[in-house]
């Protein structure tokens, strides 16, 4: 469901489409945002993007030719919160219901692990873990 979330989101907001990719962001700007189901199991949601795709949401979604790292920040913040929003509804449809917490930009984190990869443009990477 994040996966399918995910490229729904970017597409809807940029008319623009992230493929698959097997890239791994070495250093990234990074977001997480955790889901928490009603057995109380919690999943964490780490968003991680590299400058280029978070300039191309910024230029396309923002209007902003040069986007400070505040606006990439949020940026940032935005993708995650949109995208598991997104994934919410989803499930609810399949009777699947889960809460969100609000994300949080972690900084410039490092992360070997990778469930979902993308590309955005030529340049453009995302990365998303989850784990428990």
């Known amino acids: 469901m ?11 907001s940029i008319n623009q489409t992230p493929k698959d990719s097997e890239h791994h962001i070495k250093r990234g700007y990074t977001t997480q945002i955790d889901i928490t189901f009603n057995n109380e ?5 780490l968003f991680v993007f590299n400058k280029e795709f978070l300039k191309i949401m910024c230029v396309e ?15 940032s913040k935005e993708l995650a919160n949109l995208t598991i929003g997104h994934a919410k509804v989803l499930a609810q449809e399949e009777n699947i219901h889960f809460k969100i917490s609000t994300p949080y930009f972690s900084n410039l984190k490092k992360c070997k692990n990778y469930n979902l990869s993308f590309i955005l443009s030529s ?3 995302c990365n998303i873990a989850m784990f428990d």
């Open 61 to 75: 979604f923002l209007f902003e030719n040069k986007p400070s790292l505040g606006s990439m920040i949020d940026m």
């Open 2 to 12: 994040v996966k399918k979330s995910f490229i729904e989101i970017v597409q809807g």
């Open 41 to 45: 199991k919690t999943i964490k949601f």
């Open 123 to 125: 340049s453009g990477y």
